[in-house]
């Protein structure tokens, strides 16, 4: 029989430590949205989130769009998820036949990441008026009741957080975003990466960076690794020290490998992250068994 776990309660101002996806009011109130899957709102709370990210590295199209790039991967890992759950979530929420027209996805080809353009779930449209019902008369006395001020709709209106930005709360003097050129040259700088396509596949090379990077430019606050999820602050620490060593340990690492994985992308990252903490040990193994031999 499994553990039970036991969470503890909040005191004192402990609720406010955490950051928050936004998922908007008018996606769970609004009638148009009823037919929507509670996933598919989550979802979209997920990509609107991305949407500061993008802004940040001037991701925008000719005309000034912002757009995202959210992979199915990272859709499935972020939703714990399989692959068909998640383009069946992408599809409710895009443009086509049967979608709700809440996203655009264009496709780049060539192995480049589709382009998804995150539109906004309000129109121009005018609402019909309000119908005039007749006047009640007022109540006297003691037959006059009061109404529950504590939750009443004209208190659930959009306007009540008119200021409220997309980008997660970070604590005092954190960056919010790490800008994914610099980072991709910082990293390719690290790890040698001129050195590197000289012994690999230059494909294999880009492949893996690319993978770093997208985990260093992630929003997320944990990232899994091995089926456990890290802090982002602790994977981002230990993927800054990837050096030429550590990678080419990690090529070693998947030139060895005879099982078959399923999730490569998976496996790639948690052989990035423990490589730093492995390495020695491996080599040291090797250079015994060598002598033993």
């Known amino acids: ?32 949205f009823k037919r929507l899957s509670a996933d598919a ?4 709370g997920l990509l609107l989130d991305r949407m500061g990210l993008s802004a940040k590295n001037g991701w925008y199209d000719q005309q000034g769009r912002v757009y995202i790039y959210y992979t199915l991967d990272e859709i499935q ?11 069946k979530l992408l599809v409710e929420l895009d443009n086509g036949k049967n ?5 655009e996805r264009v496709r780049q080809g060539q192995g480049r990441p589709t382009k998804i353009y995150v539109k906004r779930f309000t129109t121009r449209d005018l609402p019909p008026p309000p119908s005039v019902s007749p006047r009640p008369q007022r109540a006297s006395g003691q037959d006059c009741g009061k ?13 009540s957080q008119l200021h409220q930005s997309i980008l997660p709360s970070v604590s005092p003097g954190e960056s919010r975003w790490i800008d994914r050129y610099d ?7 690290n790890i040698e990466y001129d050195r590197l396509c000289r012994q690999f596949a230059c494909e294999d090379v880009d492949e893996i960076v690319a993978l770093i990077v ?11 690794i091995g089926g456990d999820y890290i802090p982002a602050a602790v994977v981002r620490e230990r993927f800054f020290r990837l050096t030429y060593e550590h990678l080419e340990y990690v090529f070693d690492c998947l030139r060895r490998n005879t099982t078959e994985v399923r999730n490569i992308r998976g496996y ?10 492995t390495i020695n040990h491996h080599y040291q193994a090797e250079v015994q068994h060598d002598l033993d031999g």
Do not use: W
């Open 77 to 87: 890992e972020d939703m714990n998820c399989g692959y068909d759950k998640a383009t």
């Open 41 to 44: 709102k989550l979802l979209y």
């Open 214 to 224: 997208d985990t260093l430019c992630a929003t997320r606050l944990t990232i899994r």
């Open 99 to 103: 979608g709700f027209g809440l996203i």
């Open 1 to 32: 029989m499994a553990a039970e776990t036991v969470y503890d309660y909040y005191y004192g101002d402990e609720s406010s430590q955490f950051s928050f996806y936004r998922i908007p009011r008018q996606l769970i109130a609004g009638e148009r």
């Open 183 to 189: 980072c991709e040259k910082e990293i390719e700088a």
């Open 147 to 159: 109404t529950a001020g504590s939750y009443i709709k004209s208190n659930q209106t959009e306007n």
């Open 268 to 277: 790639l990252l948690t052989a990035l992250y423990n490589a730093p903490a």
